[in-house]
T-cell receptor, first 115, second 111 residues
Framework: EAGVAQSPRYKIIEKRQSVAFWCNPISGHATLYWYQQILGQGPKLLIQFQNNGVVDDSQLPKDRFSAERLKGVDSTLKIQPAKLEDSAVYLC?????????????FGPGTRLTVT | TQLLEQSPQFLSIQEGENLTVYCNSSSVFSSLQWYRQEPGEGPVLLVTVVTGGEVKKLKRLTFQFGDARKDSSLHITAAQPGDTGLYLCAGAPSGTYKYIFGTGTRLKVLA
C-alpha cells in the first residue's frame, strides 16, 4: 500500500513570496490533515478535511494560509505572503475515518525555509 | 488551550540502558497515542491507549495511561541505537476526536 505522498520535499523562498504544497493521501482515506511542525516542537494541526469538506480550521491563519481538497482526494496548502515565522515542516496525514482512536498516517513532510 | 507537556525534552543514553518518557496534562483525554518520528520523516504511530490505568507492551516498549487519563508514560528497556528519534504523545480531549500533540522528547541512544 502506497503511503502519503508530499511534494516538494524542500522549499526555500523569500519573505512575502507565495508557496504551495501538495499532498496525495492513502487511497480510500476520507480524512486529511495538514500540520505545521516548527523545529523542536510537536506538530500543530492547521486544517482537517473530511472528504472535501473542512471539519476544523480553527488554527489556520486565514489571512495568509489557504487549503483545498478538490474531489476529496489530493490537497494543496498555500501560503501567501510568507513570513519568516512560517519556516517549519508542513506535514500531511490521512486516516480512514476520524472517530476516536484512529491512526493517522503521515507523509514525509515539506521543509519550508523563509529567508 | 490544552497543553501536553513531555519530559525530558532531550535524553542521551548508552545502549542497554532503560529510560522513561512522561506526557502530562491538566486535561482529561478520551485516548492517547504515542508516535516516533525519525529525521526527515513523518511521525509513525506506536500505540493507542483508551482506558485509564491501561498498560500496553510493544516488544521493549511499555506504555501506560494514567488512572485519571491525564498523563501517560513510555518506558524503554535495554535501549538500542535504533530507538533514536523524536517521541511524541498526542491526546484527544474528552468529547472530541481531535488529537493534540505534545512538545516531544528527543532521544539519542549511543552505541
Amino acid at each position: 500500500e502506497a503511503g502519503v505522498a508530499q511534494s516538494p520535499r524542500y522549499k526555500i523562498i523569500e519573505k512575502r513570496q507565495s508557496v504551495a504544497f501538495w499532498c496525495n493521501p492513502i487511497s480510500g482515506h476520507a480524512t486529511l490533515y495538514w500540520y505545521q511542525q516548527i523545529l523542536g516542537q510537536g506538530p500543530k494541526l492547521l486544517i482537517q478535511f473530511q472528504n472535501n469538506g473542512v471539519v476544523d480550521d480553527s488554527q489556520l491563519p486565514k489571512d495568509r494560509f489557504s487549503a483545498e481538497r478538490l474531489k476529496g482526494v489530493d490537497s494543496t496548502l498555500k501560503i501567501q505572503p510568507a513570513k519568516l515565522e512560517d519556516s517549519a515542516v508542513y506535514l500531511c496525514a490521512s486516516s480512514p475515518h476520524s472517530t476516536d482512536g484512529y491512526e493517522q498516517y503521515f507523509g514525509p513532510g515539506t521543509r519550508l525555509t523563509v529567508t | 488551550t490544552q497543553l501536553l507537556e513531555q519530559s525530558p525534552q532531550f535524553l542521551s543514553i548508552q545502549e542497554g540502558e532503560n529510560l522513561t518518557v512522561y506526557c502530562n496534562s491538566s486535561s482529561v483525554f478520551s485516548s492517547l497515542q504515542w508516535y516516533r518520528q525519525e529525521p526527515g520523516e513523518g511521525p509513525v504511530l506506536l500505540v493507542t491507549v483508551v482506558t485509564g490505568g491501561e498498560v500496553k507492551k510493544l516488544k521493549r516498549l511499555t506504555f501506560q495511561f494514567g488512572d485519571a487519563r491525564k498523563d501517560s508514560s513510555l518506558h524503554i528497556t535495554a535501549a538500542q541505537p535504533g530507538d533514536t528519534g523524536l517521541y511524541l504523545c498526542a491526546g484527544a480531549p474528552s468529547g472530541t476526536y481531535k488529537y493534540i500533540f505534545g512538545t516531544g522528547t528527543r532521544l539519542k541512544v549511543l552505541a
